[in-house]
């Protein structure tokens, strides 16, 4: 703690407290007759209004490590590094049209999960398991990456730093993930729509602050961009040789004609997949009516604006002369290099209480999956509402338990490849739930075979990239060429073709052999629903079986 800024440690301590008081405080938040469901521990009642989810699926979708790591590609002169922002424009008006059938669907069937419409639609448990299992699987690192994000911060506060043990070095670690886990034990979905309003205030001050005050300071954007630009030429010259032999990657700021398919299929296939990972479904279904949904659809773009201000602090970082190994310390180095201690421990706290609430949301959902597609779908069938919370109380801590292993025992680099293959993994679902909504069509045994296929070649696919500059390698980025051609295009999204081939053909030789399709247990007046028709209550019966 030696080389610790008192004055910033202080104010971050400081907010870090008093968020963990609000994530307490909110089991009495809107408090309900009990919490002893998954209605009102999973999904906060199933009440919250545009204001509150604003927040809410905000926080959930623009974590800490989004707001480190896309700072940390533009400061690493990753030519798609700007994918990010226009994949979070395209997805809202994707959501305005499929998320409030599924919510219509999901109120009346009282389902809490993606993978309990897909059984309910399909009347399979095999495809509800595999959909289940992907969510799980795909959010094991997302949780951990947000983790990595509390880590860096802390390394670059100096927290930890000068310890000689591993435990010592991550105690402060330790503690912050211990608080977590407490509070999210204890208030469920309500501790993360309570402290994201904490969150996003002090996220939009911080980066409302930076872009008005640094550029002033270092000169005006214009200086920003061209030293930006001066320092990818200047790489460029000095590497010209190792990146003809592709030892190397090129940096730069806008994306080559090579480069365009891959730019493109990362912005379109992460819109298609952000909405299929459990916990973007989970804020969804606790709002309290369609029109919530479709407001949010139209003003979550907020975010969006914010993260492309936040993006050119990569480069403002290059003007600013930061220096650092790590290119994702970029940013909070670029905070303690340019500010007052005070306001760095603000930024500081920004990021790691952005860490807190979509990591809450996170586990959470996983938990739930786990709950309804598993626990109670193949070990306790006659489960109660009770039982249901309370394991999905214990699989919570489970989840974060081994998000913390990944961070602790395996190197980050691990973690961030299977955050790669989790956004592959993810889209393989999107067929089965988003094609679901609209149509009956598909054969369950199809969708299943679809998912199966694709799920093993586009983790294949992954498996045989190498790092650039080290060959034998594996999981070295998202790209592949497309097959026949030379085109990088993004695996997932190569992943996504086949499963819609497979699903397809198959559907077509599976309905001529008249091979059973289950019973559809959804009516299509279900999909239109909403609250004050008739079966649909503003407060639903936990006790109401999800597949009556």
């Known amino acids: 703690m030696s080389g610790v800024d008192g004055v910033a440690f202080s104010v971050f301590l400081f907010l870090f407290l008093l968020v963990t008081v609000l994530g307490f405080a909110a089991a009495r938040w809107r408090r309900a007759t009990s919490m002893a469901s998954l209605d009102e521990w999973g999904l906060g009642g199933r009440g919250f209004g545009t204001f509150i989810a604003w927040f809410l699926i905000g926080g959930d979708l623009y974590t800490a490590y989004t707001f480190v790591a896309v700072p940390a590609l533009m400061y690493a002169g990753s030519v798609v590094g700007f994918f990010a922002v226009p994949y979070t424009i395209v997805v809202y008006p994707l959501i305005f049209l499929f998320l409030p059938r599924l919510w219509s669907v999901s109120h009346r069937h009282s389902y809490v ?155 379109l296939g992460s819109a298609l997949a952000l909405f299929m990972y459990p916990h973007s479904v989970t804020g969804v279904l606790s709002t309290k009516n369609r029109s919530v949904i479709r407001r949010n659809a139209a003003l979550l773009p907020a975010y969006s604006f914010l993260l492309g201000l936040l993006a050119l602090l990569g480069f403002v970082a290059i003007a600013a002369g930061v220096k650092v190994t790590n290119a994702q310390q970029s940013v909070p180095q670029l905070f303690e290099n340019e500010f007052p201690s005070w306001f760095a421990g603000v930024a500081f706290a920004a990021i790691v209480i952005g860490a807190l609430v979509p990591a809450a949301i996170m586990s959470i959902a996983a938990a739930n999956l786990w709950t309804r597609n598993i626990y109670k779908a193949f070990l306790k069938h006659d489960a109660t509402p009770a039982q249901e919370a309370q394991q999905s109380k214990l699989a919570s801590l489970l989840v974060k338990f081994g998000a913390l292993a990944f961070v602790l025992f395996l190197p980050k680099d691990f973690a961030i490849n299977l955050q790669l293959l989790g956004g592959v993994w993810i889209l393989q679902t999107f067929p089965a739930i988003v094609l679901g909504l609209y149509t009956r069509w598909f054969h369950r045994w199809a969708l299943f075979a679809g998912w199966l296929v694709s799920m093993v070649y586009g983790t294949w696919l992954a498996y045989n990239v190498p790092v650039v500059g080290n060959p034998g390698s594996h999981f070295g980025g998202p790209l592949s060429a497309f097959p026949g051609t030379d085109t990088k295009v993004y695996i997932a999204a190569i992943a996504f073709v086949v499963n819609l081939v497979v699903s397809v053909g198959l559907t077509i030789v599976l309905r001529a052999a008249n091979v059973a399709e289950g019973t559809d247990q959804t009516r299509p007046e279900d999909y239109t629903a909403d609250v004050g028709d008739a079966e649909v209550e503003p407060e639903l019966d936990p006790g109401a079986p999800a597949h009556a």
């Open 113 to 267: 999960t993606p993978a309990d419409f897909v059984r309910g639609r399909y009347d399979s448990r095999p495809l509800g398991l595999a959909v289940a299992l992907t969510g799980i699987l795909a959010t094991m690192p997302y949780i951990a990456l947000q983790l990595v994000g509390i880590q860096v911060v802390l390394e670059v506060m100096g927290i930890g730093t000068g310890a000689g043990s591993w435990v010592s070095k991550d105690l402060p670690l330790f503690i912050a993930f211990a608080v977590l886990a407490a509070y999210t034990y204890s208030s469920g979905l309500r501790a993360p729509a309570l402290i994201a309003f904490v969150k996003d205030i002090l996220i939009y001050v911080v980066i409302l602050v930076a872009v008005i005050y640094l550029p002033h300071h270092l000169g005006g954007w214009g200086h920003i961009f061209s030293s930006a630009q001066h320092s990818f030429d200047s790489y460029n010259a000095d590497n010209a040789e190792a990146i003809k032999a592709g030892t190397a990657s090129g940096k730069g700021s806008i994306p080559p004609a090579a480069a365009h398919w891959a730019y493109a299929s990362l912005a």
